[in-house]
């Protein structure tokens, strides 16, 4: 009698249990995922190309992997959907030499060139390399998500290019020998790019792919050379000659052939010349 009224307990007890699992709702837990900027809030932009064709003259640029030259990029939410984007690079390098030329009686040769230090009487030596560049955007924005988002944009690309190189030497013996390079260059690029991000988890952090189509404009690279060589006592070996080369964007060295005009233009155009991985750092005013 006892087993029987312990036995039917149990069977009451989970009949009752069964029925308190069965009816249990589940809580409601939310997890929010993205740290989504805002209209007002900034990001500092890191990335690198993709891309591994060395002739894409037409690329504007590949982002900011951290490396010496790179373009630094930032974009500012002009509104929750509006971004203006903005790359910017500032190169100038500078060496500048003077020099008197020692006391020697060692015997002048002409041949060589440049003549022997202490047959120099005077040495004014100079390298100037300077490179502006300018790359404002505006981007589009599309999905509203917390996780994916998606944009369409479009670059303006402005960059100067200067390279100056002074070399004159004057010797113990009256001569001579000045040479004057500059190079200037111009380049406009204009393009229109594809892109979107993944939200990382609550960090103000994103990364995405950017890729699009590129057309570039390169105008000057051309070299004007000044020459002034001056043989003491010898008027006919001396001469001044002004003159123009095709030199790309280097003013150092020198090309074989020589023209009173030259001018260059360059154009070229393709798509994905800038496909680039970018992470985005957000951070509010």
């Known amino acids: 009698m006892k087993k029987s009224a312990l036995m039917i307990a149990m069977a009451f007890g989970v009949t009752s249990a069964f029925a308190q699992l069965s009816t249990r709702e589940n809580d409601e837990t939310v997890i929010k995922y993205g740290a989504r900027p805002k209209a007002g809030d900034m990001?500092?932009?890191?990335?690198?190309s993709l891309a591994n064709d060395s002739g894409m003259t037409a690329k504007l640029f590949s982002g900011n992997a951290l490396q010496s030259g790179n373009i630094l990029t930032y974009k500012y939410y002009k509104s929750d959907d509006i971004v203006i984007r903005a790359g910017i690079r500032f190169m100038n390098k500078n060496l500048t030499v003077k020099g008197t030329g020692a006391d020697s009686t060692a015997q002048y040769n002409p041949n060589l060139n440049p003549a022997p230090y202490n047959n120099l009487s005077e040495v004014k030596a100079k390298t100037v390399e300077r490179m502006y560049e300018i790359v404002p955007g505006i981007e589009k924005h599309f999905v509203a998500a917390n996780i994916f988002d998606a944009y369409v944009g479009a670059d303006l690309y402005l960059g100067f290019g200067s390279d100056k190189s002074i070399n004159n030497y004057t010797y113990k013996n009256g001569d001579k020998n000045f040479t004057n390079r500059k190079t200037n260059t111009t380049n406009v690029g204009l393009g229109v790019i594809t892109g979107f991000n993944v939200f990382l988890g609550h960090?103000?952090?994103?990364?995405?792919?950017?890729?699009?189509?590129?057309?570039?404009?390169?105008?000057?690279?051309?070299?004007?050379?000044?020459?002034?060589?001056?043989?003491?006592?010898?008027?006919?070996?001396?001469?001044?000659?002004?003159?123009?080369?095709?030199?790309?964007?280097?003013?150092?060295?020198s090309t074989?052939?020589?023209?009173?005009k030259l001018k260059r233009r360059e154009f070229n155009a393709?798509?994905?010349?800038?496909?680039?991985?970018?992470?985005h750092i957000y951070f509010a005013r």
Do not use: H
Not at 43 to 48: D, E, P, Q, R, W
Not at 256 to 260: E, M, P
Not at 270 to 279: A, E, F, G, P, S
């Open 270 to 279: 393709n798509t994905n010349q800038d496909v680039r991985i970018v992470l």
């Open 43 to 48: 990001a500092f932009v890191l990335g690198t």
């Open 256 to 260: 074989t052939a020589k023209y009173s």
């Open 203 to 253: 960090l103000p952090m994103s990364i995405g792919l950017e890729y699009g189509w590129n057309a570039k404009w390169t105008f000057g690279g051309v070299t004007k050379v000044k020459e002034e060589v001056q043989i003491a006592g010898n008027t006919a070996g001396s001469y001044t000659a002004t003159y123009k080369e095709e030199q790309a964007s280097n003013a150092v060295g």
